[in-house]
């Protein structure tokens, strides 16, 4: 079996497009078509000449009577207004005297205290950080060192707050800021 050496052989010899007399033609039938925007040119024309003439034509043909006289309208009598009926409405009776009684369990002071951790760091620089973005929301955070099995850690801590709803409070203005790992907890510090 022969080996072929496809590199070495080069390229067959290109095809030349056959050069038809269809092409010839068709450029013969196109050469009309460049006398076209004359002819677009000369209707146009033609029709701005035909809508200046309508124009020109019906410029006479306004009535040119103009009433002079000032109609001033005639103020109306008592008489000729009919009467205004007479409006009821029951809630504006029955508004003033109705009251609302509800019942508000006064919130009572626990003895529980709550703080919120919001992240836990490996390193005191990146809990200095977020302390940070804490104070610019107008809280004080704390950093918290805790050691463990598994390595030292340094937590950033809100609190300690007397209510869970001042702790959510502060959750929620921390949130807006685009922090929310803070989680609450009853701790004892």
Known sequence: MAQRDYVSR???PQKKKPTNKKNNNSRA????????????????????IGFGVFLWSIKDNSDNKVDTEVVRP????????????????EYIRTLPGYEVEVDVAQQEKSDKRYL?????????????EMKAKIA???????????????????????GPFESKRDAE??????RKVNIATCQIWYWNL
């Open 10 to 12: 080069g390229r067959p």
């Open 29 to 48: 039938k196109h050469e009309p078509i460049a006398s076209f925007p004359k002819v677009r040119l000369l209707v146009v024309l033609l029709l701005l």
């Open 74 to 89: 005639v103020a109306p009598t008592e008489e000729a207004l009919p009467e205004l009926p007479e409006e009821e409405w």
């Open 116 to 128: 919120m951790q919001c992240a836990s760091f490996r390193t005191r620089a990146q809990a200095e």
């Open 136 to 158: 610019f929301q107008g809280l004080e955070a704390l950093i918290r060192h805790s050691s463990g099995d598994n390595g030292d850690w340094f937590r950033v801590i809100l």
């Open 169 to 174: 409070k502060a959750k929620h203005s921390l």
